[in-house]
C-alpha cells in the first residue's frame, strides 16, 4: 500500500475534510443519493494525516474504514446534517476540503411511515439543500477553502466559475465523464485551479496520490498567499 508518503508539510495545521454521498431520506425505507463512494476524500484526509496535520474527516454515507490516529471521524447522513458539522468545525481548521457530493434536492416531505405502493405514479417533491461549501465561503476567515466540481461537460469553465463564486481559494475540478476518473474508482485525474494560477492537470493516478499532489499544491499557495 502507498500510503507511506510521511513528511511534515502540515505539521501544526488542522484540516478540515468533507467526504462521500449524502443521503436524502423520502420514507423509512427509501432515499435519494449520488454515486460518490467517498475515495477521494478518504484518501485526501490520509495524505494530510501523513503530513502532520490534524484531521477531522466528516464522512457522509460511506463504506471506508480510517485508522489514522491523526483523524477524527465525524459520521453523518443527511445535507443538513453535513451542513451543522462543517460549521461547528469551520472556525477552528486551517484549511478546509470539500469532497462531499451533496445533494443538491431533498424530499419534501418525509413520510413516517413506509408508502405502500399505489395503481398510480408517485410524484415527489424536491427542494434545495443548503448550499454548504457557499455558505463557508461567504464566511470564510483566515481558513484556505478548497471545493470540488464535478463535471460531465465543459469541466473547466463551470468550475472556475464555481471557484470564484463560491469565494474559494483553489478549486479541484473532475470531469466524472472521464475513463478512470470519477466515482466509485481507485484513480482520478483532476485539474486544480487557485485564484492566479494556469490550472494544473494531474494525470491519471491512484486517488491517493491525486490526494498527495493536491495537498502539496495547497501547501505551495498558502505559503504564497499574502495574509
Ligand atoms: N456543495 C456543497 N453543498 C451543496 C452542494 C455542493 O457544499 N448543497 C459543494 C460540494 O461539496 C463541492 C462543490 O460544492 O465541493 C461543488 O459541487 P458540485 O455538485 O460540483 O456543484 P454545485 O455548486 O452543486 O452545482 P451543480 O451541481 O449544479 O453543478
Ligand atoms: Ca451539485
Given at each position: 500500500i502507498e500510503h507511506q508518503k510521511s513528511n511534515t508539510l502540515f505539521t501544526g495545521k488542522k484540516v478540515l475534510?468533507?467526504?462521500g454521498p449524502t443521503q436524502e431520506k423520502v420514507d423509512p425505507i427509501r432515499y435519494f443519493t449520488n454515486k460518490s463512494s467517498g475515495k477521494m476524500g478518504f484518501a485526501i484526509a490520509e495524505a494530510a494525516a501523513n503530513m502532520g496535520a490534524e484531521v477531522t474527516l466528516v464522512a457522509?454515507?460511506?463504506?471506508?474504514?480510517t485508522s489514522n490516529k491523526n483523524i477524527n471521524r465525524i459520521n453523518v447522513t443527511t445535507a443538513a446534517e453535513m451542513f451543522e458539522t462543517m460549521h461547528q468545525q469551520f472556525q477552528s481548521n486551517d484549511i478546509v476540503i470539500k469532497a462531499a457530493a451533496v445533494a443538491d434536492y431533498r424530499p419534501k416531505q418525509i413520510y413516517d411511515e413506509k408508502m405502500k405502493k399505489q395503481p398510480n405514479d408517485w410524484q415527489?417533491?424536491?427542494e434545495r439543500t443548503k448550499d454548504i461549501l457557499q455558505s463557508l465561503g461567504d464566511v470564510k476567515q483566515d481558513q484556505f477553502l478548497?471545493?470540488?466540481a464535478a463535471e460531465?461537460?465543459?469541466a473547466l469553465q463551470h468550475g472556475i466559475s464555481k471557484l470564484h463564486k463560491k469565494h474559494l481559494d483553489a478549486?479541484?475540478?473532475?470531469?466524472?465523464?472521464?475513463?478512470?476518473?470519477?466515482f466509485g474508482g481507485d484513480?482520478?485525474?483532476v485539474t486544480y485551479v487557485n485564484k492566479s494560477q494556469q490550472p494544473e492537470e494531474v494525470s491519471l493516478t491512484s486517488k491517493y496520490e491525486v490526494a498527495n499532489?493536491?495537498?502539496a499544491f495547497i501547501a505551495r499557495d498558502m505559503k504564497d498567499e499574502v495574509k
Amino acid at each position: 500500500i502507498e500510503h507511506q508518503k510521511s513528511n511534515t508539510l502540515f505539521t501544526g495545521k488542522k484540516v478540515l475534510v468533507s467526504a462521500g454521498p449524502t443521503q436524502e431520506k423520502v420514507d423509512p425505507i427509501r432515499y435519494f443519493t449520488n454515486k460518490s463512494s467517498g475515495k477521494m476524500g478518504f484518501a485526501i484526509a490520509e495524505a494530510a494525516a501523513n503530513m502532520g496535520a490534524e484531521v477531522t474527516l466528516v464522512a457522509g454515507a460511506v463504506n471506508l474504514e480510517t485508522s489514522n490516529k491523526n483523524i477524527n471521524r465525524i459520521n453523518v447522513t443527511t445535507a443538513a446534517e453535513m451542513f451543522e458539522t462543517m460549521h461547528q468545525q469551520f472556525q477552528s481548521n486551517d484549511i478546509v476540503i470539500k469532497a462531499a457530493a451533496v445533494a443538491d434536492y431533498r424530499p419534501k416531505q418525509i413520510y413516517d411511515e413506509k408508502m405502500k405502493k399505489q395503481p398510480n405514479d408517485w410524484q415527489v417533491e424536491m427542494e434545495r439543500t443548503k448550499d454548504i461549501l457557499q455558505s463557508l465561503g461567504d464566511v470564510k476567515q483566515d481558513q484556505f477553502l478548497v471545493g470540488f466540481a464535478a463535471e460531465t461537460s465543459n469541466a473547466l469553465q463551470h468550475g472556475i466559475s464555481k471557484l470564484h463564486k463560491k469565494h474559494l481559494d483553489a478549486i479541484v475540478i473532475n470531469d466524472v465523464s472521464v475513463d478512470g476518473a470519477g466515482f466509485g474508482g481507485d484513480t482520478n485525474i483532476v485539474t486544480y485551479v487557485n485564484k492566479s494560477q494556469q490550472p494544473e492537470e494531474v494525470s491519471l493516478t491512484s486517488k491517493y496520490e491525486v490526494a498527495n499532489r493536491l495537498m502539496a499544491f495547497i501547501a505551495r499557495d498558502m505559503k504564497d498567499e499574502v495574509k
